[in-house]
């Protein structure tokens, strides 16, 4: 089955802690992305990837880093410096053709 | 400033209408206009529209795209309850970046 995985579902973490969010894809796709969803807010993009080793910020990349060592996995990685880090992260991957998303990972940080 | 903008925000119908759901863009080199739906957490993908005045179809849904006018329509008829959901529009641009609006809450009531 292809698709893209995220783990884990639910994390918990206290405040001042960096915490990683894993991201795999097995459809050979270039192109993966991370957006964060709060509220009333809709979508909106933190970093995206257009090819192994290379990743541009997206709107609003401050407080986060991400790495793409492999096509496969783009991790996530929240750092204590990002202010309001509790909410719904969202991966995802696309060819030319289609997008698919991941399950999601519910973030709350106290 | 990239932008997508979708009405209504919200809208409540009856089974069996047909509702329109409207998004207009403003994004410099665009690729292609995506449509999602949303109902508990990951959006499942509908359409990818990327030629204008081509209708896509899939079942009671259906889109189409004006590149001229900027905007692209989704129509879902005969309505049902299972349709509830937030519909999302996203425009993805030539470098692979994906600008979201903050979607439409349509609610079908029995």
């Known amino acids: 089955d292809g698709g893209i995985t995220q783990s884990p579902k639910y994390l918990f973490r206290k405040e001042g802690q960096n915490v990683t969010l894993s991201c795999e894809q097995n459809l050979n796709h270039d192109a993966m992305y991370w957006y964060r969803q709060d509220p009333g807010q809709g979508l909106r993009l933190i970093y995206y990837?257009?090819?192994?080793?290379?990743?541009q910020k997206g709107d609003i990349a401050e407080g986060y880093s991400v790495s793409r060592e492999k096509k496969e996995s783009f991790p996530l990685t929240v750092t204590s410096a990002q202010k309001n880090p509790t909410a719904f992260y969202l991966c995802?991957?696309?060819?030319?053709?289609?997008?698919?998303f991941g399950p999601g990972t519910r973030l709350t940080v106290t | 400033e990239d932008k997508v903008v979708q009405s209504p925000l919200s809208l409540v119908v009856h089974e069996g209408d047909t509702v329109t759901l409207n998004c207009s863009y403003e994004?410099?080199?665009?690729?292609?206009l995506l449509w999602y739906k949303q109902e508990k957490k990951a959006p499942t993908f509908l359409f990818m529209l990327?030629?204008?005045?081509i209708e896509k179809k899939s079942g009671r849904l259906s889109s189409i795209l004006d590149k001229k006018e900027l905007f692209s329509i989704l129509n879902i008829t005969a309505t049902q309850t299972g349709d509830s959901a937030v519909y999302l529009c996203a425009v993805e641009d030539r470098d692979d970046k994906i600008i979201f609006g903050k979607g439409t809450r349509l609610h079908i009531l029995p």
């Open positions: 994004v410099t080199n665009f690729r292609s």
């Open positions: 995802a991957s696309s060819s030319r053709d289609e997008q698919y």
């Open positions: 990837s257009q090819i192994v080793n290379d990743f």
């Open positions: 990327t030629s204008s005045g």
